[in-house]
């Protein structure tokens, strides 16, 4: 999975049916449920996201940083992408590098992740401020469709978009500040799939 980031995502009403789905079919538990922080990055003219290009610092048990390419449709609309990532001894330190290159962060966010891996893929059980969803990433196509099958997943739900990009679609709508993906920000905002635009996979 080095260098390239291949993924669906789902969109589901309850990750605890899908962790025992997982546990049922002995997958393996390679990271327990973590709270993480992220920060993107951007030139001052907004130049990355412009060409949908990510730079990201992430924490959590590490810290990390990772540049991601634009996305590409491959193969049954499983979206592809370059993805450089490596551990960073000190994030702080990180963040002030960043911003002393010229980068600004233009968006805060964080979420729940708890990670399996099944039949060569990961699984990722996220938990968002607007919403829970399935990560399933793998270097082979099949594989991920297969995992999503024995989840009982709707692939045809797939969503398309970056985590930023759905609440993009309804920050404005919600009175909420786009650069502020929180918990904080949207505690006791009832965000529907409606507004974001995607259905329900499970």
Do not use: C
């Not at 049916?17 to 709270?35: D, N, S, W």
């Not at 949908?52 to 992408?81: C, H, W, Y």
């Not at 650069?179 to 965000?191: M, P, Q, R």
Request: net charge negative; proline share 3%.
């Amino acid at each position: 999975m080095q260098n390239q980031e291949t993924e669906v995502k789902f969109f589901v009403r309850n990750l605890k049916p899908i962790e025992l789905r997982l546990l049922e079919l002995k997958a393996q538990l390679i990271q327990p449920r973590v709270h993480e922080i992220n920060y993107r990055f951007d030139f001052p003219n907004n130049e990355l996201r412009s060409n949908q290009k990510v730079l990201r610092l992430r924490k959590d048990e590490q810290a990390k940083l990772t540049f991601k390419g634009a996305s590409v449709e491959g193969e049954s609309g499983v979206m592809s992408r370059e993805e450089i990532e490596f551990v960073v001894e000190d994030f702080d330190k990180a963040k002030q590098l960043l911003e002393s290159l010229g980068f600004t962060p233009v968006v805060f966010y964080e979420k729940i992740r708890t990670t399996y891996e099944l039949n060569d893929t990961h699984i990722m059980l996220d938990e968002l401020p607007y919403g829970e969803f399935v990560e399933i990433e793998s270097e082979n196509i099949t594989a991920i469709q297969k995992v999503s099958a024995l989840l009982n997943l709707n692939w045809n739900a797939m969503v398309k978009a970056g985590y930023h990009a759905l609440f993009d679609r309804v920050a404005s709508g919600y009175n909420l500040e786009r650069w502020n993906l929180s918990f904080e920000a949207l505690d006791g905002v009832k965000i529907e799939p409606e507004d974001l635009q995607i259905t329900f996979a499970d």
